[in-house]
């Protein structure tokens, strides 16, 4: 089982649509939970971090449930620059060491 | 601007052939990682550094190679062990753990694109 599990997709939705990811994680000790964004051959960078109870920045909202060991994202409104593979990462401490595990990520295209 | 910046942008190399992908970070980060991502295969560590002079393997050191000399310094060298060298590769770099503020992201550079011909 990967430490880090995601729908690939491709989700085609039409501009406006709301639109929802999914990540479950099988390390109960992670500590810390983030979505990236990747863009097509570009380097990944933070949409935002998760916390435990929910958070919101415009029109994503990030929800995390450590009971089920699972991360949602929800995408309002989409816009046609939304559109880039969305990565669920989580990350733990160990020996001072931050472990830092990504998901394979989960391609989003929205339509005109 | 603080960043971490990494060369080349784009490689070729020939079969058999070591190279070495830079990567510098000018944000006084102690943490440094060098990550491979493969279509579908999302980013895998490959090694890591938490101060000078130190470095770990990661998941898949296996035909890499690293150094950590210079806090600002993380040089990566894919050595003709590496079975199956062509992708993309990301470095990244984490503050110390003890800042406050710290949420615990990595800040990426721009990746280096190996091909090997």
């Known amino acids: 089982r990967k430490e880090v599990e995601q729908d690939p997709g491709p989700f085609n939705v039409p501009e406006g649509a709301t639109v929802a990811f999914n990540c479950t994680y099988s390390n109960s000790a992670s500590q810390s939970f983030f979505w990236y964004r990747q863009d097509c051959r570009k380097e990944p960078k933070l949409l935002m971090s998760v916390y435990s109870s929910g958070n919101e920045d415009g029109r994503f909202t990030a929800q995390l449930n450590r009971a089920s060991q699972y991360i949602s994202l929800l995408i309002r409104d989409s816009k046609l620059s939304d559109s880039a593979t969305y990565l669920c990462?989580?990350?733990?401490?160990?020996?001072?060491?931050?472990?830092?595990?990504f998901g394979t990520g989960t391609k989003l295209q929205v339509i005109p | 601007d603080g960043g971490i910046t990494q060369s080349p942008k784009y490689l070729f190399r020939k079969e058999g052939q070591n190279v070495t992908l830079s990567c510098e970070q000018n944000l006084n980060h102690d943490a440094m990682y060098w990550y491979r991502q493969d279509p579908g295969q999302g980013l895998r560590l490959i090694y890591y550094s938490q101060i000078v002079n130190d470095f770990q393997k990661g998941d898949i050191a296996e035909g890499y190679s690293v150094s950590r000399e210079k806090k600002e310094s993380f040089p990566l060298t894919v050595t003709s062990a590496q079975k199956n060298p062509t992708a993309f590769y990301l470095c990244a770099s984490s503050p110390p753990l003890r800042l406050a503020v710290y949420t615990g992201e990595l800040f990426f550079g721009e990746g280096s694109r190996l091909t090997v011909l």
């Open positions: 990462v989580v990350s733990h401490y160990s020996g001072g060491y931050q472990k830092v595990t």
